[in-house]
């Protein structure tokens, strides 16, 4: 499995941002996806994870209400709709894919995407 994010950019405090992260291959619903995030001097965090349908998803506490995690299998993509930002969302966003069921830390994705700057001024 191949990932591709896009999206990110420079956005002032309280605006909105929508991550997307494109996956080959042609089994993508077999896949749950996850968002995570780094921030310069910071270890890479969860912030939002979806079930292979869809039908489930999970925040980080950081994140919730703000964000919306969403697929869509028809495409092989995965979204992340960023709204009322921050400046401590700055970090540079993830996309991950594992097969099956997720877990909350890093070593349980299989698969990585290279990440996506988002920058949130103040």
């Known amino acids: 499995v191949q990932l591709q994010a896009s999206g990110g950019g420079l956005v002032q405090a309280g605006g909105s941002l929508r991550l997307s992260c494109a996956a080959s291959?042609?089994?993508?619903?077999?896949?749950?996806m996850g968002w995570f995030r780094q921030a310069p001097g910071k270890e890479r965090e969860f912030v939002a994870g979806?079930?292979?349908?869809?039908?489930?998803?999970y925040y980080a506490d950081s994140v919730k209400g703000r964000f919306t995690i969403s697929r869509d299998n028809a495409k092989n993509t995965v979204y992340l709709q960023m709204n009322s930002l921050k400046p401590e969302d700055t970090a540079v966003y993830y996309c991950?894919?594992?097969?099956?069921?997720?877990?909350?830390?890093?070593?349980?994705?299989?698969?990585w995407g290279k990440g996506t700057l988002v920058t949130v001024s103040s």
């Open positions: 991950a894919a594992v097969r099956g069921s997720y877990g909350l830390g890093p070593l349980e994705w299989d698969y």
């Open positions: 291959g042609r089994t993508f619903s077999r896949y749950s």
């Open positions: 979806i079930s292979g349908s869809g039908g489930s998803t």
